[in-house]
């Protein structure tokens, strides 16, 4: 095995946190795997999640078939502990996708594929997700500007029942009122 630490240094002389790398020196041809857009990946709760594992059997060695099955598995980065409840709903193996409102906020999740060949030579890759959490949106009727007489007889009805939660498909909210001059 190789291992590989990199740090960044900006011309400020700012110096980022040690990232460490480890290669594995295969003695037998394995399948090459990576996913694609890089090794971490910042959603939201309300966006789907799709990952695509891009695979291809190795050039060298006597590998006798094109077929790769591929298994993935999830993780939370905190605990490393396996969450089976979190399944692909995708029909080709090469793909990890998850509906919206699938992985909680705040949470960082590991999400692994593992290819293996036909002739049973293994590797791996892994993504970091970390879901972030959505402003809530406030949303008043009728727009943000309104004119009313002084002479109005009729009271001014404000209606923010329209605001809501994107990270929460129940968005039972409550409001608070201010009143302000704005001369």
Known sequence: SLVI????????????????HVITVAKAPVPDVSIEGGATRSVFVWQELS???????????????????HTWSVSLDDDDSFDSSLTSLSTDSRYFELP??????????KIAVSVVDALGYSNSATLEVTVKRSDLVAVVK???????????????????SSSFDPDSVNSDL??????????
């Open 142 to 160: 009728g727009g943000n500007r309104r004119t009313v007489s002084n002479y109005s007889t009729t009271g001014l009805d404000l209606d923010a």
């Open 5 to 20: 630490n990199i740090t960044a240094r900006n011309f400020l002389g700012e110096t980022s946190a040690a990232h460490t």
């Open 174 to 183: 409550t409001y608070a009122w201010s009143c302000g001059d704005c001369n």
């Open 100 to 109: 919206a409102y699938s992985l909680s906020a705040d949470h960082t999740y």
């Open 51 to 69: 990952i695509y594992a891009a695979t291809k059997v190795a050039t060298c060695g006597n590998t006798s078939s094109s077929r790769l099955g």
